[in-house]
């Protein structure tokens, strides 16, 4: 009898594992299921692979073919999430370090010491720019009502934008909060937040606190590449627009003191900027965005949850460029601040770490005084009419980056009213630029900007059409060795 009854059971397993297993194989099969964007991860899923019998032959397209069905794969992100849960059910594995094999080239030694000083191009003067219609909207700051809402990006991957709520924000103006105060001289910078290695890696993020970080591993041959593309750009703009180019480091680079970056066999971020400005052409402007956060790295000038700077951040750099090229930089106290509670960003996006959940960040932004209106070109060719420094309160946790200057379009614009010089630039940017843009609007009368993932037509033709006289570069470290994003680079000049 007992025979019996455990034969019924052992019979009753398997009938209910294969059940299962047919189940999960019939809805993988199921092609109107399968999600085409992760809203987790704020990017676009793999394609169905393209068949050819080449591809078959060499196994190429089996293992796409894998990719695809695995990235895929109805209800991915419950599954994702529910794997993370129960991850964090372990509890924290404070002394776990795994690099997952990831290693960076060396970083050439002979590099110089001092990033020599900008020169002035030679050339005859840029045209004038041509008269455009300013935006219809309230200069002081009044949010023009939008047909969507532009999204924010992972590094490396681009993404559709994120539809926009259903109403507008209320229009009553957001608490003032009391900006920091001037930077005062810093003689020898603060130590580094994280100075030893007590954290654990969450796939590529290392976890620390209720802080996360991307980790960057230097490769040689795709720096090489990315000079290479600044230098064919400055021999394509030839003369008629200074060109500048900012570096940014991640939040690791910055803050994670040398013991760790030892540890996890990260790379010195500071020197890899310096080796990619080394062999790029002497009439670059080269401004060292890393010099100028490292004495403010005890301040919030990178999110926790996220792997974009702040505002602050932002900031920082934006008086180097200031100071490189002669300009007089605006004090925080001067602009209007405005400040979105709330912020769970792509690295909360990626771990779903109960810690980083816990403790979510904070946009601060601070809207131009000349004008916070612009316009942008979406990525269906519409025309859409926007703020410099949106209204975000409404906005879902993980969008309130979108703030800045339109987020992640093809191509945007805006006029300053208060200057009648003529001065124009335009900047060629990731995400990270989108943070730094609204510093600008209120030393130039034009200020036009591009997102080089997404941007089709030519650089060369655009500061013909706008009579610029600064082209700035402004990129994270990450993209100076992603070759998909660097082959874009070079499209805007090719």
Not at 32 to 44: D, N
Request: proline content about 8%; overall charge negative.
């Amino acid at each position: 009898m007992k025979k019996r009854k455990g034969e019924f059971i052992a019979t009753a397993k398997l009938t209910l594992f294969f059940a299962v297993l047919f189940a999960i194989g019939t809805v993988g099969l199921m092609w109107f299921l399968r999600p085409s964007v992760s809203e987790m991860e704020k990017r676009e899923l793999t394609k169905f692979p393209e068949f050819s019998p080449s591809a078959l032959v060499d196994g190429s397209f089996c293992r796409e073919l894998d990719v695809w069905y695995a990235d895929t794969f109805p209800s991915r992100e419950f599954f994702v999430s529910m794997s993370a849960g129960m991850h964090s059910l372990f509890g924290d594995r404070s002394q776990q370090i795994i690099n997952n094999g990831e290693a960076g080239d060396n970083i050439p030694d002979d590099i110089p010491d001092d990033i020599p000083d900008p020169v002035e191009p030679s050339g005859t003067e840029p045209p004038s720019p041509p008269a455009t219609d300013a935006p219809s909207t309230d200069e002081k700051g009044t949010d023009v009502p939008g047909t969507d809402v532009p999204g924010t990006d992972v590094p490396g991957m681009d993404k559709p934008g994120t539809e926009p709520p259903e109403t507008e924000p209320p229009e009553t103006e957001p608490p003032v909060t009391e900006p920091p105060a001037t930077e005062p001289p810093v003689t020898e910078p603060p130590e580094p937040p994280v100075t030893e290695p007590d954290g654990e890696m969450a796939g590529s993020l290392y976890l620390s606190g209720n802080s996360a970080y991307g980790l960057y591993y230097f490769k040689k041959a795709r720096v090489d590449v990315f000079a290479d593309v600044m230098n064919k750009t400055y021999s394509a703009i030839g003369g008629r627009a200074k060109m500048w180019c900012v570096v940014a480091p991640l939040s690791s680079g910055v803050l994670l003191g040398d013991a760790v970056i030892k540890k996890l066999g990260a790379s010195d971020q500071g020197r890899a900027i310096e080796y990619a400005y080394s062999v790029m052409n002497a009439g670059i402007g080269k401004i060292s965005a890393y010099d100028a956060l490292v004495p403010h790295r005890d301040e919030y000038i990178y999110f926790r949850t996220d792997h974009h700077w702040t505002a602050l951040g932002a900031y920082y750099t934006y008086r180097a460029f200031a100071k490189a090229k002669g300009m007089t930089p605006h004090e925080l106290s001067d602009f209007e601040t405005r400040t979105f509670e709330g912020f769970l960003g792509t690295y909360y996006s990626s771990s779903r770490s109960g810690k980083l959940a816990a403790t979510p960040d904070t946009v601060t932004a601070y809207v131009p005084m000349g004008t916070n209106s612009m316009k942008y070109r979406a990525k269906d060719g519409s025309e859409v009419k926007w703020n410099i420094v949106r209204n975000v309160y409404s906005y879902g946790a993980s969008v309130k980056y979108s703030c800045f200057a339109g987020a992640d379009q093809p191509y945007a614009e805006a006029h300053n009213p208060n200057i009648t010089d003529g001065s124009a630039c335009i900047v060629v940017k990731d995400s990270f630029g989108n943070a730094f843009i609204p510093f600008l609007i209120d030393h130039y009368e034009h200020v036009y900007w591009i997102d080089f993932r997404y941007y089709k037509e030519g650089l060369s033709d655009l500061v013909d059409k706008t009579g610029a006289t600064d082209v700035i570069y402004i990129v994270n470290i990450y993209n100076i060795s992603s070759s998909g994003n660097v082959s874009k680079m070079a499209g805007l000049v090719e």
